[in-house]
């Protein structure tokens, strides 16, 4: 009979350690800093029921744009498609294809690229077919109509604890994002949107996060993005403060842990 502690895991050095040891009632506290050839990993752990707070959905989920265009289809922006190979391209092309008032641009993301450098602006489906499965735009990568007329809000939820947003706003790059040049206006969110926001949290499995909201005229909102962690250039927040948050939302969950699996061993760098 196994009477170890249960592990509560808050280094990768000790997830390397003990993965082989890992079990029900333990917990990997971190994120994980997997490649994408070690996802597999993931759920080799939910076989055994190990589970991670932030949970390892959120995870994959912020880690892959184009598992959001997928598990997050319902929120996110129309028309937007997971091409993982020439086949899903095609389909997708199809589609586009047959609307009765076709799109003239389309944009590419990068699947983990961030702050908008992995973006790409196309003037036509032909251009990207020609182009996609090389270096230039290696799949997979995410398809969806170049839309004009956007606002772009970025929304930081922390828990319980702390909302805040900002209006990112780039006239000379159809890029939003601050680190290509765009400025930040501090913008306050409705019940609408905050109830959006959760809706999309809880599907995702998030416990706090940074969602980029999207409008396209008077339609919406959509989310473009979501991510556990993003920059706050933009907000009033400061870092020091961010990180006691964060800090604060994983010491509650694992003292509820505690309560729950007893007794633990915390294993930390």
Known sequence: MDLRPYYIILSYQAFKKYFQELKEGDLIGIRLPLRKEEIGLIIDLINRKVEAFPPFLSQVLSISKTLQAEVLKN????????????????????????????????????????????????????????????????????LQPFFENIRDIRVVILGKYYIEAYERINPYNFRKNLFMGGKANSYKLNRKEIEFCKKVMKRGKFPYAHLDLIYIGDKGPYISEISLKGGIKGAKITHKEYEEIIKKIHQEFYKKWEKKYSPVEYFTP
């Open 75 to 142: 929120f996110i922006l129309p028309y937007t498609f997971a091409i993982r190979d020439k086949t899903t391209l095609i389909s997708a092309i199809s589609e586009l294809s047959k609307l009765e008032s076709p799109f003239q641009k389309f944009v590419t993301k990068d699947d983990r690229a961030n702050c908008g450098l992995g973006v790409r602006l196309w003037n036509s489906l032909e251009e990207i077919f020609n182009i996609a499965g090389t270096p230039v735009l290696p799949y997979p990568f995410v």
